[in-house]
């Protein structure tokens, strides 16, 4: 009786190592058949990666000739141009190492590419495989001040506002206290076209 009751339990036990096997290889095979799908890099356009395009755009044009023939001299004029940068721009230029204190530092996969000419788009294709938060920077959307009535807005936005003028709104307390400051300050900041 024993002697069947251990080679039930060798049986059970073999079956459940096979049932268990089959599930690891099912989930394996399944991940591979769906790992295109999952694993698939979006195509990096002006639209997907819309910061690090215009940005790259902007700071060749700053570029002379004899700048853009050394890779090391396009990454001291970017650090230069980033220190003026502010928002999302700023936030780019800390992902690949153009701030003081950027954790990381990929300048070189953006500054031989464009010592070559490689066009913006390709090299953000470049940068996006190293770090792919550099595609995931979005600008914020801009608002029509002909438009807009600020009374709407929330203060948070009202302080963005006046953070992207460089503009601060000290003893500020109340969101009416914001709306005037913006008032105040928005013939010098927004352009009205005739």
Not at 41 to 52: G, I, L, S
Request: charged letters at 30%; glycine letters at 4%; one cysteine or more.
């Amino acid at each position: 009786m024993s002697v069947l009751m251990s080679e039930m339990f060798h049986l059970r036990k073999e079956m459940y190592k096979t049932t268990a096997s089959t599930l690891v290889a099912a989930c394996f095979l399944l991940l591979l058949t769906n790992c295109p799908a999952l694993c698939a890099v979006k195509e990096v356009t002006e639209e997907t990666c819309e910061v690090c395009v215009k940005l790259l755009r902007r700071f060749e044009l700053t570029l002379t000739d004899e700048i853009r023939a050394a890779p090391t001299k396009i990454e001291d004029s970017f650090k230069a141009f980033c220190k003026e940068t502010k928002g999302k721009d700023n936030r780019f230029c800390y992902y690949i190492g153009g701030m003081p204190d950027s954790a990381t530092y990929i300048l070189g996969e953006m500054s031989k590419p464009l010592s070559w000419s490689m066009p913006a788009v390709k090299v953000c294709e470049r940068l996006h495989k190293k770090d792919s938060q550099i595609c995931e920077l979005k600008y914020d959307v801009q608002i029509d001040f002909k438009t807009v009535d600020l009374k709407k807005l929330k203060v948070k936005d009202l302080k963005k506002i006046l953070d992207n003028w460089g503009e601060s709104c000290d003893g500020c307390l109340e969101k009416t206290d914001f709306i005037k400051t913006i008032e105040t300050l928005k013939p010098k900041y927004v352009r009205e076209e005739l």
